[in-house]
């Protein structure tokens, strides 16, 4: 079994990371914002906190913004994050990215952890005390193997470096490929 350290600071490192954070948020949009909003409306990046939502009308933006401090806090309490600020713009809201991450949302919820994924969660967890962190940690974590499990099924690969899954042929993942180039001084593709 991996020291439980490592696994933690590997969850941390995703959780700070805006792609895993976007991805989070897409595949939970309809349980945010509901079946009626999700269709009109799209997670289109995560940058500082800052969340920048599509939404497809002038009506349906200043919807979304009326009701801003009700969204964030459906944010927090569905994808455990804190925005720093919720930012909406007009734009083209492309179906087939919802109903993909619909189909995403189910076969997620329909996944099941492994007794070893569970005894991974309870030992994380033990040492809080506060009862409140701890069922939010559990969560995180619960959120993150499922999320982890998911991608393994869909051809998704272990990045060497920060442990964080991904796809395609490169030998690092995206994260750690920004991170490689501002090492490298010379024109390197990893
Ligand atoms: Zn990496």
Same mark, same amino acid.
């Given at each position: 079994?991996?020291?439980?350290?490592?696994?933690?600071?590997?969850?941390?490192?995703?959780?700070?990371?805006?792609?895993?954070?976007?991805?989070?948020?897409?595949?939970?949009?309809?349980?945010?914002?509901?079946?009626?909003?999700?269709?009109?409306?799209?997670?289109?990046?995560?940058?500082?906190?800052?969340?920048?939502?599509?939404?497809?009308?002038?009506?349906?933006?200043?919807?979304?913004?009326?009701?801003k401090d009700e969204l964030?806090?459906?944010?927090?309490?569905?994808?455990?994050?804190?925005?720093?600020?919720?930012?909406?713009? %007009?734009?083209?809201?492309?179906?087939?990215?919802?109903?993909?991450?619909?189909?995403?949302?189910?076969?997620?919820?329909?996944?099941?952890?492994?007794?070893?994924?569970?005894?991974?969660?309870?030992?994380?967890?033990?040492?809080?005390?506060?009862?409140?962190?701890?069922?939010?940690?559990?969560?995180?974590?619960?959120?993150?193997?499922?999320?982890?499990q998911w991608k393994r099924?869909?051809?998704?690969?272990?990045?060497?470096?920060?442990?964080?899954?991904?796809?395609?042929?490169?030998?690092?993942?995206? %994260?750690?490929?920004?991170?490689?180039?501002?090492?490298?001084?010379?024109?390197t593709d990893f």
């Amino acid at each position: 079994m991996e020291p439980v350290r490592d696994i933690l600071e590997q969850i941390i490192g995703q959780l700070a990371s805006p792609e895993w954070l976007k991805n989070v948020l897409k595949v939970k949009w309809r349980q945010i914002v509901g079946d009626q909003l999700a269709k009109r409306t799209q997670v289109q990046q995560v940058k500082n906190g800052v969340i920048t939502v599509v939404a497809s009308s002038p009506a349906i933006a200043s919807e979304l913004q009326y009701r801003k401090d009700e969204l964030r806090q459906r944010i927090r309490e569905t994808a455990h994050f804190e925005p720093s600020d919720i930012r909406i713009r %007009i734009g083209v809201v492309k179906s087939e990215e919802s109903v993909r991450a619909q189909r995403i949302e189910q076969e997620l919820s329909r996944l099941v952890l492994s007794p070893r994924e569970h005894a991974l969660i309870e030992q994380t967890i033990a040492p809080i005390q506060d009862p409140q962190l701890r069922e939010k940690v559990a969560k995180v974590f619960e959120q993150f193997l499922r999320l982890n499990q998911w991608k393994r099924k869909h051809g998704f690969k272990e990045c060497p470096r920060c442990k964080a899954l991904y796809r395609g042929p490169r030998l690092y993942c995206p %994260i750690c490929r920004i991170e490689l180039r501002k090492y490298a001084h010379i024109e390197t593709d990893f």
